[in-house]
């Protein structure tokens, strides 16, 4: 790839055109910034130049500062690797350039590429360019201006939704919020920039320094009235995240002692943030996303996806309706197969719903929702299946149903036909032994629960979660994997492919999570302050609140999974066993660990406890019989997840995952395990693997071989090694992939 360059052609109206060349997004690397100043250096102080024209290769502006020099940054801990971009080049050689420049913007122009759009006295787009300043969600603020342009140019409480949600806007929206000055197509763009520039040095039009304005900002008291409200959101909603608060002080200091002010107090508390370990976790999920679409042998052997029109999903409760909606909303073709008509309806009726839902919470228009509804057809029998590029099965999990399922779409799919199944436990090569098509047999492993606090938890759907875990077995073809991670991307989903074993990657990692909040329960230590603890570590519930929330049957049947597949150390707790004896489901039935009131917040049932003493009292496994143990809040976290940490171990070690980056990004979107941290073996990293493994010894020989460390964690904490470094391939012991 050629190197990033920012070059310059002055043209015979006298207008240079400044553009950026750092496919594929323009990220404003080191030596584009070095470029920028050098060239627009130049264009100040030749006498043919009368105006400027600032734009970007390829149809994309810019994305952005280069997010790897932050990682730079954060390996080498010095912030001094970041340049001065803000006063340097932004106000002195932009907006206080005495020639006038426009930005010609198409594509993107986000973070810092918006920043300098904002710099310069003009902006015209193409239409449906993406604008926006995604900063927070890397865990820092605008560090080029932003945080002073925008509320000049859009307004106070627009520019605060936009920085603190990382919420784009298009160039259209931008237009009418008066970020934006034109928006022309995409082949007049460079002509009507020329123009305009001209027409400002001409002074036909007016040369704006947006830094200058301050006619949007409101009185200093509804400004103040304003940020107090925004602070109060986001100590709500972002607790742990400090760059929020970060973001709306600096904007005060601007509304209160002037944009300049504001421009010099960003730079520095940027630094301050940047330095800090949410930026690293949130810098270190950003790269590890984009990851998880390389994968080797696969998406490097030059294949080429092939397109996946039609779908057909088998069984159409919960997860099935929820699969077949995220195809029909991203326009594939869904034909859906229940048993009988009855089910059937069911299923197309929760199909609607969720379309219906997303229109309701203003994501989807109408129109496209009953677009998406026409793309859906309900059937009872294999005959509308002879055309179908893919299949997936989403029925009970029951292996003697899952084995005539998959014989029977042998003979009924065409030979191409891609056969997937969602099941979360069973062995694929189970699911597909009497078929002889194991090389298209693949999971395709969708998740349904979104944890939020709100309401108790809300169930959001297969459509809904983020993430795809792609199983593949030894058999399953790269072309099959390719093809279902590129059907993964069109749905908005984020694939990751993983190898086949109890649990797959997720779940397999996250079963001590709740074995452990029981074990800690039958010790003695209080369910509540469990999920308290827990969700001031930043998982949006805790383990028991979940419980109530996937229902206590559903609990009931994984732990056995699991205790089978894993008998050395899975810890069997009585207390699902006694809340389904009382009559307690959870929330399913109301009747949970919690209460659960239409319109409130679930609150801890104290009609419970005697159920937790008869738990303790079976398991009998407090020191002396019957004496809690004693922990803070620090110990209830590590004791829940360093167990999770132990389990992702023997993941990475068998190779279940590609790179541990895989599982820190599939525990984040399937667990939503704070992205903040990076993700659990990133978390463990960074509180040192030496640490883990101390505390998981010192509590197996307390408690017992639930808390052993495994092979892998002793190595690694003893040789000093990083659990996140790669696993050579002597050492992967039972290589799945
Ligand atoms: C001081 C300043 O205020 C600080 C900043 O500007 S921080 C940066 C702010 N900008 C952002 O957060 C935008 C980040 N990027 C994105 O959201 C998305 O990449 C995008 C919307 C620009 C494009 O999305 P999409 O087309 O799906 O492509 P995507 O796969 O994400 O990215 C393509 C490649 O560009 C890279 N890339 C994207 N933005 C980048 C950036 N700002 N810096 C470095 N690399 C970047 C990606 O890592 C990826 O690299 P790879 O091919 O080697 O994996």
Not at 189 to 210: E, F, G, H, Q
Not at 521 to 547: T, Y
């Amino acid at each position: 790839m050629a190197a990033p360059r920012v070059t310059m052609e002055v043209g015979n109206d006298g207008v240079a055109i400044i553009t950026l060349i750092n496919p594929p997004v323009n990220a404003l690397a080191i030596p584009i910034v070095a470029g920028l100043k050098d060239k627009f250096e130049e264009a100040t102080s030749r006498d043919d130049v009368k105006a400027i024209v600032l734009t970007g290769n390829g149809g994309r502006f810019s994305g952005g500062f280069d997010i790897n020099v932050f990682q730079k940054v954060h390996g080498a801990g010095d912030v001094s690797l970041m340049p001065d971009v803000s006063v340097e080049l932004v106000v002195n050689l932009i907006e206080d350039c005495k020639k006038p420049i426009v930005a010609a913007v198409e594509g993107l122009a986000l973070g810092g590429g918006l920043e300098l759009a904002m710099g310069c006295h003009a902006r015209i787009a193409a239409p449906k360019t993406q604008l926006g300043l995604p900063e927070l969600t890397l865990g820092v603020i605008p560090g080029f201006g932003g945080t002073q342009r925008l509320p000049r140019l859009v307004g106070l409480s627009k520019a605060i939704e936009m920085m603190l949600l990382s919420k784009s806007i298009t160039s259209e929206e931008g237009w009418k919020l008066g970020l934006i000055d034109a928006v022309v197509t995409s082949e007049e763009l460079l002509k009507v920039s020329r123009l305009w520039a001209l027409d400002i040095a001409a002074r036909r039009k007016p040369w704006i320094r947006s830094l200058h304005r301050t006619d949007k900002l409101g009185s200093l008291s509804e400004a103040r009235e304003v940020l107090k409200l925004a602070r109060l959101q986001a100590k709500k909603t972002a607790p742990n995240m400090p760059q929020h608060q970060a973001c709306l002080d600096v904007i005060e200091e601007g509304i209160v002692h002037g944009g300049y002010s504001g421009v010099l107090k960003e730079a520095k508390v940027f630094k301050e943030l940047v330095m800090l370990d949410t930026s690293r976790g949130l810098v270190h999920v950003f790269f590890a996303q984009r990851a998880t679409s390389k994968v080797p042998n696969v998406t490097d052997i030059g294949l080429k996806p092939r397109g996946v029109r039609k779908v057909a999903v088998i069984g159409g409760g919960l997860m099935g309706s929820g699969i077949a909606t995220a195809h029909i909303l991203n326009n594939i073709y869904v034909v859906l197969k229940e048993v009988n008509s009855e089910y059937l309806l069911k299923g197309i009726k929760t199909i609607e719903a969720n379309v219906r839902g997303l229109v309701t919470r203003g994501k989807l228009t109408q129109d496209k929702a009953n677009n998406a509804l026409k793309m859906l057809k309900g059937v009872l029998d294999y005959s509308e299946f002879k055309d179908v590029d893919m299949v997936i099965e989403a029925v009970i999990e029951s292996v003697p149903l899952k084995q005539k399922i998959f014989s029977e779409l042998e003979k009924a799919c065409p030979p191409h036909c891609i056969l997937a199944t969602n099941t979360s436990t069973i062995d694929l090569n189970i699911v597909g032994e009497k078929t002889s098509s194991q090389d298209r047999i693949i999971g395709a492993h969708f998740f349904s629960l979104m944890l939020s606090s709100s309401d108790g938890g809300i169930f959001n759907p297969a459509h809904v979660m983020p993430l795809l875990e792609i199983v593949r077995t030894e058999r399953t073809s790269a072309q099959v994997i390719l093809d279902l991670m590129t059907v993964g991307k069109i749905i908005k989903k984020v694939p990751v492919v993983v190898g086949n074993c109890t649990g797959f990657a997720v779940n397999r990692a996250f079963f001590p999570y709740s074995q452990s909040a029981r074990l800690l329960v039958s010790l003695g230590v209080d369910v509540f302050r469990i999920d308290s603890a827990i969700r001031s570590f930043g998982l949006p519930i805790g383990p028991f609140q979940l419980l109530d929330l996937a229902g206590y049957g559903v609990a009931a049947a994984t732990s056995k999974e699991f205790d089978k597949a894993f008998p050395d150390r899975s810890f069997q707790s009585p207390l699902v066993d006694l809340l389904l004896k009382s009559g307690r489901n959870g929330k399913a039935n109301g009747k949970g660990l919690y209460t659960y009131e239409k319109g409130s917040k679930p609150k801890p049932d104290p009609s419970v406890l005697p159920i937790i003493e008869e738990c303790r009292r079976l398991s009998n496994i407090m020191p002396g019989g019957k004496v809690p143990i004693s922990v803070t809040e620090k110990e209830i976290v590590e004791m829940i997840l360093f167990p999770v940490v132990n389990e992702s171990c023997r993941v990475l070690e068998e190779g279940i995952v590609v790179r541990a980056s895989d599982l820190d990004v599939a525990s984040v979107l399937g667990m939503s395990f704070p992205s903040y941290r990076g993700g659990i073996v990133f978390w463990a990293d960074v509180v040192g693997a030496n640490y883990v493994y101390t505390s998981l010894k010192k509590w197996s020989q307390l408690y017992g071989n639930f808390f052993k460390p495994s092979r892998f964690l002793e190595e690694r904490a003893t040789k000093g090694i990083p659990l996140s470094a790669p696993v050579s391939s002597s050492s992967t012991s039972r290589a799945r992939l």
